[in-house]
């Protein structure tokens, strides 16, 4: 299950933070978004080696942490994109997936005209559409 | 390869990895050492600790070296197990509390990220960390995994004074008494023992000790024997200047004497005894051990260099499986026997040997992978744990010495165990590893600073989880991750709460109190929070940045009066540019617009002109804008400005010239309205909803004279905490709407020269209504009052709109209205038309002799008339003078400002069209519409404006109108004709005496006798000319232009209850002219009815057509007469009812019976076409010329004959024929508009013509 997912703008402000949990632990995923923003400068100073991961927008599994797992995604204008779940077997093939959805659907989120870039993300069909994205990862993976 | 020394990791590794030596000992002997204050290790350590031994050693290799530093670690062998847990707890928890306490008053907060970098390491890297780490390790040392903590000789130490020396040496080393690690047997229990005998010389003489040395000899060997004599000192005064217990003994107390009775000869025996101990004894014991280890290790496994780590450790690990109960090795297992070699090794310094020639940083590394073997196994059971944690902190260590930053503060969080106490050191270790990893992972170190403090709240460490909380907060600075820095806050808060120190909680408390993106409760919570800790504190907290409500600087406005003087707020709202275009010619240029040539500048010091004048006992107002960010309803009380009024510098006068006022306290004390100070301050309370924004206007008013300055605004949050905003810090977008000199610095802006006292007229029209409807006409009164002590004089006023208002005469002041608008027919009409010049300038000059005196008022009569419909706003300004009173100011102006809501009320519209049969008479249809909703109005009276036109109704307005009010929504059109009097008096033979003349026609009751109202005369001539000028017409032109007014009442007792007298309403409508107005006009006269006898062919009608060019132009005009293509010979009998009545539009055709019936010019063309083609069989045909040109002169009328023969009787149109006119203008270039249609076709209009058949022949 997904419990959180994150958009962080090329400074490392939050544009937009979303949990999928009934429990009161907004500042917990906080933390744990915010701590992975190490992890993800890291990746991307130090890539791991050129070739077919030069363009790789896909960061992997950013940290395990006890109950959860943080994977990245960096888009080519340095905005992050965080996923936390509590799968701890997840495919890789479906996080990819989940990460292209929803860069898809930030697009069209920053492509509205009233949208100020840098600014938070308050679109409500942005949430709806995110929120459909998590839904439907949880039953792709269990399919 | 670095000293090993040198790293923190290397010295910890050479004091802790030395060989320990079990003591054992008598109680005898413990009271002998007790004399001088030291227990026996005591006693011994500081001679245990050898710089330059200098032994020979041979290990495995055949290369003997030599070792330099050597240590002894001395252990009674009740301690040499593993402490009590309970108790080792108690004692880090001290540690960690005093620390707490020590950094707790010393840490000072690094504000930035970047300066928490710049710092050294050193600095960064809280010292104490070593310190616990120590002590954490101490107190799990003597584990059974390692061979490092196990003794490898025995030191049996016997008093002298004991019975049977011999035997309690036996006794001594009784299983029983030994640390159970020799007893399980995960050590050897055979390992060097060393006897030693002391002699307390205080006891008895030297011999018998002696004796006992050599019984004891005998018994359990040579050279394994020795005797020290101490304690030679009788008296026990002998003082050590540098002490050598110090260190070891802690808890000593500096007064304390200790070895007091050790002389200098006892130390150096003691000295002797350890040296030979260790370098004859113990160093050549550990030698022969790894020789005969490494033979037995290198028979059984060959090759180990290689295989040390793997086979070692794998095989530990097996064993660790196969036991559960926990990993136990005996002593003689082949890994145990590998671990001894290689500790004894590493002891000695032989660390090739022990670690395959890996260097010292290398064994490190080497170390860490065994450690890490064992934190990764040994999980099960809290000796495991507690291993782990032991083995943790070396490998973090040395994980740091060697840059891998990052692994060690992994390994750090991994060996956070269920003390949360412990974890929270290891959180914050692990969090400094991170900020010191290249690059820094600021984020994370942020995280476990977070994760340390909430660890060390929950063990009641609230200091150091404040101190971990703020480190944290740079982190977070800056950042908009908002949420976290508020918890970061507002626990902050809280925890300093607990502590008592308010005053810092209350700041940290201030960073989360706007926090708008919090759901509700929170917000509520951390307001609750708040004010429950300012209360604690106990006095009123005056934060100068309190975001609660927030204060929007840039909407401040700040309205002050210098020579401009406001009426009213609204007044103050409009903008200057506005004022200043009304007042440019009313105020003295000199002061308006100077410049270097100008007297007046001399005068006038350049710094009152610089800075904004306000005059003292007059109130400066300031606006500001509140905001309340949260969802909660928040109370503000007190709102009030922050002022400062000093001294004029070049006066100096002031009584209280002191900077006192700064004083805050000072100045709300004036503010209650102590009269003899010199501010007097509006306070103002108000509570904001959530998300409100509110305008509240605050006003100073400066009693004295000098140099105000307004520095900020304060106010009281939930009565609790006091906020100031200061307006300097930025000041940049602010505004001043008074302020004349934009480039000024903003500062100055907010800064006032208050000058003395000036007279001050309040101005106030009395009965102006904010609604009204279009037309309204009544009379207003101005009043004017002087509260001051000087009189005024030199009145002006000058009014925005003379449309709408107009200064009256003084006389009118107590006029009867609406009678006084009424036709006098006694008064001559002379100077009617008097005042046009004054109100065309829209300048009043009140006469020279009025003055407002001093503690007076003054009225003066104004005329409002409402001219259009819509949202009217008026400006007034009034101009006065004061005498003698200032040399800066020698006048004001008053400005007053209103709004007005005008709502359309009777839509009157007129339309003239040219008589076709007179040249010289017009037709007036009038169209009256009531727009409103519900009032009735009461028609009264059309004027014309001017003496030229007479005016009469067609037919009477009983038969249109009887009720003679027009109702809501309903409309009247009326029919006039009208009379060009100049025309007609010269060119008609009737000439109407000039008593008859009518320009005026009543529309209400015919037989009233009621006055017309006179549109020749003020005001409501005045207004006409208003409207004139304001619709844009000139007074020449066309001469076929007539103005009207119309006039209509609301009766009173109407819904508009504000007066009793009946309204009047005026509507102006100016320069009326025929619609289509070409400049020809024509007429075709002749027999309307013939009767013909048609017996004869034909019938021929004679007809005359009269032109007139009433242009400027010289005109040629054509007439072309055409017969209808067509020969249908049916004739048109009855046109008008053959006509199907759906193609007339909105207007139903009358036969004519006679041409009093008006026909508008539009439906007359309209009509042209259709009878054309619909009828379209003329049984006429145009006799005579077909074409005629004609060329008139300016002015002037012409004749043209026409001809047309009949053949059947019947009733003809004879409108088929078309005048083409030209004008070649007159050289002159004036009627340029007349130039441009210089040419046109006017079709025919009907001229119905009856021929009958003659009833008799003749």
């Not at chain 1, 790789?56 to 996923?83: A, Q, R």
């Amino acid at each position: 299950m997904i419990v959180c997912v994150a958009v962080v703008g090329h400074q490392n402000n939050p544009l937009y933070i979303q949990s999928f949990t009934d429990a009161d632990d907004a500042l917990k995923l906080h933390h744990i978004v915010h701590c992975s923003l190490d992890v993800v400068d890291e990746r991307v100073n130090n890539p791991k080696k050129s070739g077919p991961t030069l363009n790789e927008t896909f960061l992997g599994l950013l940290y395990p942490t006890e109950n959860y797992k943080v994977y990245g995604y960096l888009t080519n204008t340095k905005v992050k994109f965080i996923l936390v779940t509590t799968d701890l077997d997840v495919r890789d093939a479906d996080v990819r997936n989940f990460f292209r959805r929803f860069h898809a659907a930030y697009v069209d989120a920053v492509s509205n005209p009233f949208h100020v870039p840098g600014k938070k993300i308050t679109s409500r069909t942005f949430a709806d559409r995110v929120s459909t994205i998590v839904q439907s990862f949880g039953l792709s993976s269990a399919v | 390869m670095a000293d090993p020394a040198s790293t923190p990791l290397g010295k910890m590794l050479l004091e802790e990895i030395t060989p320990v030596v079990m003591v054992l000992c008598t109680p005898y002997v413990e009271e002998s050492c007790l004399k001088n204050g030291l227990s026996l290790i005591q006693l011994l350590s500081p001679f245990c600790d050898f710089t330059n031994i200098d032994v020979p050693v041979r290990t495995a290799s055949d290369q003997p070296y030599r070792l330099r530093k050597f240590k002894l670690r001395l252990f009674y062998s009740s301690d040499i197990r593993q402490p009590n847990l309970e108790v080792a707890k108690e004692r880090l928890k001290k540690v960690i509390t005093h620390v707490g306490e020590k950094n707790f008053r010393e840490s000072s907060d690094p504000s930035q990220v970047n300066n928490l970098l710049s710092r050294p390491e050193s600095e960064m890297l809280p010292s104490w960390f070593q310190f616990f780490n120590k002590e954490l390790v101490r107190t799990l040392s003597f584990s059974d995994h390692e061979a490092f903590d196990h003794p490898v000789a025995c030191l049996l130490v016997v008093s002298s004074k004991d019975d049977e020396p011999v035997n309690r040496f036996v006794d001594l080393f009784n299983t029983n008494k030994l640390p159970s690690l020799l007893n399980d047997g995960a050590m050897d229990p055979k390992i060097m023992k060393h006897y030693l005998l002391l002699h307390d010389n205080q006891d008895g003489p030297f011999n018998k000790a002696t004796k006992l040395l050599a019984d004891m000899r005998n018994a359990f060997g040579q050279n394994d024997c020795q005797i020290i004599c101490f304690n030679s000192s009788q008296d026990g005064k002998i003082h050590h200047q540098d002490n050598p217990w110090a260190p070891f003994k802690s808890d000593a107390l500096p007064t304390e004497n200790l070895g007091c009775f050790l002389n200098l000869d006892d130390l150096n025996e003691i000295k002797d005894f350890m040296q030979e101990l260790s370098s004859k004894h113990i160093i050549p014991y550990m030698e022969q051990k790894i020789r005969v280890l490494n033979q037995q290790v290198s028979a059984t496994r060959k090759g180990f260099r290689n295989q040390i780590k793997n086979l070692w450790w794998r095989k530990g690990k097996e064993d660790t499986i196969d036991t559960p109960n926990g990993p136990v090795y005996t002593f003689n297992s082949i890994e145990s026997q590998i671990r001894i070699l290689g500790d004894y090794a590493f002891m000695l310094g032989d660390y090739e040997l022990a670690l395959s020639n890996y260097r010292l940083i290398s064994t490190d590394y080497k170390l860490d992978k065994a450690w890490k073997r064992y934190a990764g196994v040994q999980k099960l059971g809290s000796a495991g744990r507690r291993n782990a944690t032991r083995c943790g902190l070396w490998w973090a260590e040395m994980l740091k010495t060697r840059d891998q930053l990052k692994e060690a503060a992994t390994v750090y969080f991994r060996i956070c165990g269920e003390d949360t106490l412990h974890s929270a050191v290891m959180l914050e270790q692990a969090s400094f590893c991170y900020l010191l990893s290249k690059p820094p992972m600021l984020h994370k170190y942020g995280f476990h600073l977070v994760l340390s403090g909430d660890h060390y709240k929950k063990c009641d460490q609230i200091k150091h989880a404040i101190r971990t909380y703020r480190s944290a907060i740079p982190v977070y600075k800056g950042t908009t991750w908002s949420l976290i820095k508020d918890h970061v806050h507002f626990h902050i808060g809280q925890w300093y709460a607990l502590l008592g120190m308010y005053d810092v909680a209350v700041t940290h408390m201030l960073e989360v109190l706007a926090s708008t993106h919090q759901s509700k409760t929170t917000q509520e919570l951390f307001l609750r929070d708040f004010l429950q800790i300012v209360q604690k504190t106990g006095k009123t907290f005056e934060v100068l940045k309190l975001q609660l409500p927030v204060i929007n600087i840039s909407s401040l406005k700040v309205i002050f009066e210098d020579q401009r003087t406001n009426a009213s707020a609204a007044a103050a709202s409009v903008k200057e540019s506005l004022w200043r275009s009304l007042e440019e010619d009313m105020i003295p240029s000199s002061t308006a617009r100077s410049n270097w040539l100008e007297l007046q500048s001399k005068i006038i010091p350049r710094k009152y002109k610089e800075s904004n004048i306000c005059v003292a006992g007059e109130a400066l107002k300031v606006d500001t804008e509140f905001k309340n960010p949260l969802q909660i309803p928040i109370s503000v009380s007190s709102v009030s400005l922050m002022c400062e009024l000093s001294a004029n510098p070049e006066e100096g006068k002031l009584p209280n010239s002191s900077n006192e006022v700064q004083n805050n306290e000072d100045r709300t004390s004036t503010s209650s309205g102590d009269i003899n100070s010199c501010l007097i301050l509006s306070e103002v309370d108000f509570s904001l909803e959530g998300g409100e924004t509110t305008v509240v206007q605050l006003t100073v008013t400066p009693r004295i004279e000098g140099i105000l300055k307004i520095v900020g605004v304060k106010w009281k949050l939930s009565s609790a905490v006091v906020g100031l905003c200061n307006f300097e810090f930025n000041s940049v977008n602010k505004r001043v709407v008074r302020g004349r000199r934009k480039q000024h610095s903003p500062s100055s802006d907010l800064k006032f020269l208050v000058i003395k006292s000036l007279p001050r007229l309040e101005g106030f029209i009395h009965s102006l209504p904010e609604k009204t409807y279009a037309g309204d006409l009544r009379p207003l009164v101005l009043e004017l009052s002087n509260q001051s002590k000087f009189p005024v004089k030199n009145l002006k006023m000058k009014i925005s709109n003379p449309r709408f208002l107009y200064a009256g005469n003084q006389k009118e002041l107590n006029a009867d209205f609406p009678a006084c608008l009424k036709k006098k027919m006694n008064v001559e009409k002379s100077g009617s038309h008097a005042n046009v010049n004054k109100t065309l300038q829209n300048l009043f000059h009140f006469p020279e002799d009025i003055f407002v005196q001093e503690e007076t008022s003054l009225s003066w009569p104004l005329w409002f008339h409402a001219a259009v419909p819509g949202n009217i706003p008026l400006y007034i300004t009034i101009y006065y003078e004061m005498e003698g009173v200032s040399s800066i100011m020698k006048y004001r102006t008053l400005r007053m400002h209103y709004n007005l809501q005008v709502l359309p009320s009777l839509d009157v519209s007129f339309q003239l069209s040219t008589r076709p049969s007179r040249s010289q008479e017009f037709l007036l249809r009038m169209d009256v519409v009531n727009k409103t909703s519900s009032e009735c109005f009461q028609v009264h009276q059309l004027s014309s404006v001017g003496q030229q036109w007479e005016i009469s109704l067609l037919q009477p307005v009983d038969s249109i109108l009887p009720s003679q009010s027009l109702f809501a929504g309903q409309s009247l059109s009326c029919f006039f004709m009208l009379k060009d009097r100049r025309r007609s008096s010269t060119s008609d033979d009737s000439i109407p005496s000039i008593s008859h003349i009518q320009s005026d026609v009543r529309l209400g009751p015919q037989d009233n006798s009621e006055a017309f109202f006179d549109v020749s005369s003020s005001p409501l001539a005045d207004f006409h000319d208003c409207e004139r000028s304001s619709q844009g017409m000139s007074s020449q032109g066309c001469e076929y232009k007539v103005d009207f007014v119309f006039i209509a009442q609301l009766p009173e007792g109407n819904s508009d209850s504000s007066s009793n007298t009946p309204l009047v309403f005026s509507h102006h409508a100016c320069d009326c002219s025929p619609s289509s107005m070409s400049p020809i006009s024509w007429l075709v006269d002749g027999p309307r009815t013939i009767q013909h006898n048609f017996s004869a062919p034909l019938c021929e009608v004679n007809l005359k057509m009269t032109i007139t060019n009433s242009s400027d132009a010289i005109a040629s005009v054509h007439i072309n007469t055409f017969d209808s293509p067509s020969s249908n010979n049916q004739p048109i009998v009855d046109a008008t009812t053959s006509q199907p009545p759906e193609h007339q539009s909105g207007w139903s055709e009358i036969p004519i019976v006679n041409d009093t019936k008006i026909i508008t010019t539009e439906a007359l063309t309209t009509r042209v076409p259709k009878s054309l083609s619909l009828e379209s069989v003329p049984q006429f045909i145009w006799s005579g010329t077909s074409s005629t040109k004609l060329v008139l002169q300016p002015r002037s009328t012409a004749e043209s004959p026409l001809q047309i023969c009949v053949f059947t009787p019947g009733i003809y149109d004879l409108s088929n024929y078309v005048l083409n006119w030209n004008l070649t203008p007159v050289n002159d270039g004036e009627n340029q508009g007349e130039a441009n249609k210089s040419s046109g076709v006017c079709q025919g209009y009907p001229y119905y013509l009856s021929v009958l058949e003659s009833n008799f022949k003749d």
